[in-house]
């Protein structure tokens, strides 16, 4: 019976598939682990709703009057504006150059952007005064859609109560 000698020492084609099957391994490890923080500027369009509190409809030629302390944004200096609603209850603002940042990655991709620093007041004729409203919170800054390449939007809910006669 011919007797079979083991070697101690592996074969090349061994060794070749052993070190592609680890160059593979760290070729997806490096694709599927970069990340890249990123910061930018987006045109963000902040829309106030008003909105009648018993019947959900919408609050036509409301005021919102607002305080700005600035922000990250291209009008940075503090000032104070008005804003009217109109017949859909509806009031926008642009804030240009507005600065965003995120993670992009093969299985990340966030987006935020830094709100501008307003607080502010909503009347309407028959309406009671709402209480001071801070728009540059966490919960708006979830609220915020990126609609488009360099182009965002943040919807501002405002439930107003009728005022008691």
């Known amino acids: ?6 070697s101690k020492h592996r074969k090349p084609l061994q060794w070749v598939v052993g070190g ?21 500027s987006t045109d963000l369009t902040v ?3 008003t909105i009648d509190a018993d019947t959900g409809q919408p609050i ?15 009008e940075r200096e503090p000032r104070d504006f008005e804003l009217t609603t109109g017949g859909d209850g509806t009031a926008q603002y ?8 995120g993670t992009s990655g093969t299985f990340t991709n966030t987006f935020a952007v830094h709100l501008p620093w307003w607080n ?20 708006s800054a979830r609220q915020v859609k990126r609609i488009g390449p360099g182009v965002s939007k943040l919807v501002v809910p405002i439930t ?3 005022a008691v006669p």
């Not at 592609?20 to 890249?36: G, H, R």
């Not at 009347?123 to 728009?135: C, D, K, N, T, V």
Request: charged share 15%; proline share 3%.
């Open 1 to 6: 019976m011919p007797t079979r000698i083991i």
């Open 20 to 40: 592609l099957i680890v160059l593979l391994s760290l070729m997806i490890y490096f694709v599927v682990s970069i990340k890249i923080h990123w910061v930018g």
């Open 47 to 49: 829309e106030f709703i």
């Open 60 to 74: 036509a030629d409301a005021t919102i009057k607002i305080h700005s302390d600035g922000g990250f944004y291209k």
């Open 94 to 101: 642009q804030c240009l150059n507005s600065m965003c940042f």
């Open 120 to 139: 502010y007041t909503v009347s309407a004729p028959g309406y009671q005064l709402s209480e001071r409203i801070y728009l540059d919170t966490s919960e």
């Open 160 to 162: 107003l109560h009728r």
